[in-house]
């Protein structure tokens, strides 16, 4: 329903990944004109994660969350809601349900370089030198969110956990399993090491024997001085992932060599099969716990506002409530009220975050110093 119009509200988002897609939904939803602006063209990540049909329904409505259901588990099937999903698909299917809305512009490609605001309006400049002008700014630019620096100037950087994680997906029918599949996600620790495993649908959403997909995720406290020398780590702070095609031959070889010695067969066969393909990103793990989500006409959501360890595993979840709660706050809103409808939006959302990221800091705090 699109009734609760905001008189021409314009919502500006920064960044097209998970967070600044479920918000750009959930406003469109309650009849802002949004534009999302995203710098990369085509993202991908090894990760997966989970998404329950009954919470996207609920807070990017019934008829976005089809075109994101259908594209996860094929034409008229859903996902069960505990079965984890890759992170591509997901993002290609909340990507199909925004470039169907006629109200949001998805622009793609175009980098936020700086920030700000005036009496009237908050702005937002491109690397192409275009400013665009909003009534709210929505800052879903992950955790080393440029938004950030804006909001809470006084701690920008989100602190680097102590630890990595390997992630990779493997192709049932490139592996030798002889039938056996798990059932479910499998926890595995070995010494300081720790191994998520979880089954995948198919590309395509299939669930046929042959089809899926076998997703693992391995934690290791270890690698410090690779992430320093890589400069994925500088001065405490995480500054960007390690991709499949920089990650040495050297770690390439020993990875398949440790997991035959440290995880059961299917995942162990997963590990080697993506060394093979050369198809291992790594991580570094960042954490920020908010004390603030809000300045002026500018909010965070997702990442950019809270960064907890991947072991929570309520990222998405986390950056679904923030598109809810922001949806909320400016229900049926006038542009002139939109500062006091984003604080209304923080005093929901800062406490869960902050206990959120929290939670997973007991993990981090032994796991590094594991
Ligand atoms: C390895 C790994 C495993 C995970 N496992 C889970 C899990 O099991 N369960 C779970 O719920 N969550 C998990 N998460 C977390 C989850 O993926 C995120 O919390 C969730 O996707 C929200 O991310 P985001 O959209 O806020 O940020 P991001 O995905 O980081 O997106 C930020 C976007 O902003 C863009 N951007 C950045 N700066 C600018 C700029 N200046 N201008 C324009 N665009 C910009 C980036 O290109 C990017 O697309 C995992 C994360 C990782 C890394």
Do not use: K
Request: hydrophobic content about 40%; cysteine-free; aromatic content about 6%.
């Amino acid at each position: 329903m699109r009734s609760e119009v905001v008189d021409g509200l314009r919502a500006l988002v920064v960044g097209g990944s998970l967070a600044g897609l479920t918000s750009a939904l959930a406003l469109a939803r309650i009849g802002a004109q949004v534009t999302v602006v995203e710098r990369a063209a085509g993202r991908r990540s090894g990760a997966a994660l989970a998404a329950h049909p009954a919470d996207l329904e609920e807070v990017i409505g019934i008829e976005a969350a089809a075109v994101v259901l259908d594209r996860l588990a094929g034409p008229g099937h859903r996902p069960h809601g505990s079965q984890p999903v890759a992170w591509e698909d997901l993002r290609d299917g909340l990507a199909q349900a925004v470039l169907a809305d006629p109200s949001i512009s998805l622009l793609e490609g175009r980098q936020v370089v700086s920030v700000g605001e005036d009496e009237r309006a908050v702005w937002a400049r491109t690397d192409d030198g275009t400013e665009h002008r909003a009534h709210v700014l929505i800052g879903a630019d992950g955790h080393r969110s440029l938004v950030r620096r804006y909001v809470a100037p006084e701690r920008p950087d989100a602190d680097f956990a102590g630890y990595l994680l390997w992630v990779g997906i493997a192709r049932e029918h490139d592996l030798d399993l002889h039938g056996s599949w798990p059932a479910g996600l499998d926890i595995q620790s070995s010494g300081d090491h720790v191994l998520l495993g979880y089954p995948l649908p198919g590309p395509d959403g299939s669930l046929r024997p042959g089809m899926r997909r076998l997703g693992w995720a391995w934690y290791d406290a270890g690698r410090t001085e690779l992430l320093v020398s890589t400069g994925a780590v500088r001065d405490g702070v995480v500054r960007h992932s390690i991709r499949a095609s920089d990650v040495s031959e050297l770690i390439y070889r020993e990875l398949p060599d440790r997991a035959r010695g440290a995880w059961s067969v299917p995942w162990s066969a997963a590990i080697t099969d993506s060394a093979r393909r050369r198809a291992i990103t790594a991580t570094p793990i960042a954490e920020y716990v908010p004390d603030r989500l809000v300045r002026g006409r500018a909010a965070l959501v997702g990442n950019a506002a809270h960064v907890p360890t991947p072991m929570t595993g309520s990222g998405f979840a986390a950056a679904l409530d923030d598109a809810a709660a922001l949806g909320e706050a400016l229900r049926a809103v006038t542009p002139s009220q939109v500062p006091d409808a984003l604080d209304s939006y923080e005093r929901d959302r800062l406490g869960p975050a902050r206990r959120l990221v929290q939670s997973g800091q007991s993990f981090s705090r032994s796991f590094a110093r594991g």
